[in-house]
Structures are given as C-alpha cells and as structure tokens.
C-alpha cells in the first residue's frame, strides 16, 4: 500500500513539474521503458486535467451567475 501512494505521489509530483533533475532523467527513461507505467503517468494527467477543467468551468459559472443574478435585481431596484 505505502508503495502504490508513493508510487502516485511520484507521478503527481512529476506532473506538476517538482522532480529534481536527477528524478526527471530516471522518471522519463521508466517512462521510455514500460507501456503500463507511461498509461499510469497518461490517465493520471488526464484526470488532473478533468478536474481543473471542472473547477474553471465551475467558477466561471458562479461567476456568470453572480453578475448577471446581480445585474438582474439592480435593474429591478
């Protein structure tokens, strides 16, 4: 179990770019190096990506929401 957390936590620190050099050398020839592992770093990407496409759109939603909610009850005032 410790070694699949640590395993997670060495992709999301990779992905947010935080390996030193040394790290990233080694990461990127296992990447070169096994199918599976380069499919883990893929779908891990692609759901960090998901979730802060989710998270802008959310925002921007409460926000268009907010302007014109109070667009809306000023024009009435």
Do not use: C, N, W
Not at 12 to 29: H, K, V
Not at 32 to 40: A, H, K, P, S, V
Request: net charge negative.
């Amino acid at each position: 179990m410790k070694k699949d957390l640590d395993h997670i936590k060495e992709i999301d620190t990779y992905l947010a770019g935080g390996l030193s050099p040394e790290e990233l050398a080694q990461f990127e020839i296992r990447l070169q190096e096994d199918l599976d592992f380069r499919e883990e770093v893929s779908t891990a990407k692609k759901i960090i990506e998901g979730v802060q496409g989710y998270s802008f759109k959310k925002m921007l939603k409460d926000l268009h929401q907010k302007h014109f909610r109070d667009d809306k009850e000023s024009s009435q005032e």
